[in-house]
């Protein structure tokens, strides 16, 4: 047995693709980190640091594949769910209407909406594993500069935005049907 379904495994490749290029990519740039990585960026660059460890060095990939896991379980489950148009023979049965409005609370309403939800799920981890990219090229340079370049915010900023847009404009069709 699967621990996915299809459709799931076939949206969450580009999210194992991008999870093994970051590992393949920190793997190879590890050997060359200087003894002191950056622990936190802020708004005028690196201003904390951090003795260089396969945990600080790969936190990023961790927490990425942590992401890919609960988003992909958050996907396989949405498509669990039964939705909303499939309840409405349930509602004839007695004390059906109690138990109803419970059980309609975060339901797709749809099929098709639950494949919608929970491919925008997986696009979005896709995102965030684009914005983590853009952190790991700073994270991995072979030098201990503080200075940050002007892009990385907008970098990683723009994927998270459009992938959370995405995800929330496939839950508001949702409600509105």
């Not at 904390?48 to 396989?76: H, K, N, Q």
């Not at 309840?87 to 059906?96: C, G, H, R, Y």
């Amino acid at each position: 047995m699967a621990l996915f379904s299809s459709s799931v495994r076939l949206w969450l490749l580009p999210n194992a693709v991008l999870l093994v290029a970051l590992s393949v990519w920190g793997a190879l740039r590890y050997p060359h980190l200087p003894g002191r990585i950056p622990k936190h960026i802020g708004v005028d660059g690196v201003d904390a640091w951090t003795d260089r460890s396969i945990g600080s060095a790969f936190v990023l990939v961790f927490v990425y594949a942590g992401m890919t896991v609960l988003m992909a379980g958050c996907a396989e489950l949405t498509l669990w769910l039964t939705p909303r148009d499939e309840l409405s023979n349930a509602a004839a049965a007695p004390f059906a209407g109690a138990r109803a409005a419970s059980s309609l609370l975060n339901r797709p309403g749809s099929r098709a909406s639950a494949r919608r939800i929970a491919r925008a799920l997986l696009l979005l981890d896709t995102c965030i594993g684009i914005s983590f990219l853009a952190g790991c090229a700073v994270l991995w340079r072979s030098t201990p500069d503080p200075n940050v370049p002007g892009w990385l915010l907008v970098a990683m900023l723009l994927p998270l935005l459009v992938g959370t847009a995405v995800t929330v404009a496939a839950a508001v069709s949702d409600r509105k049907r």
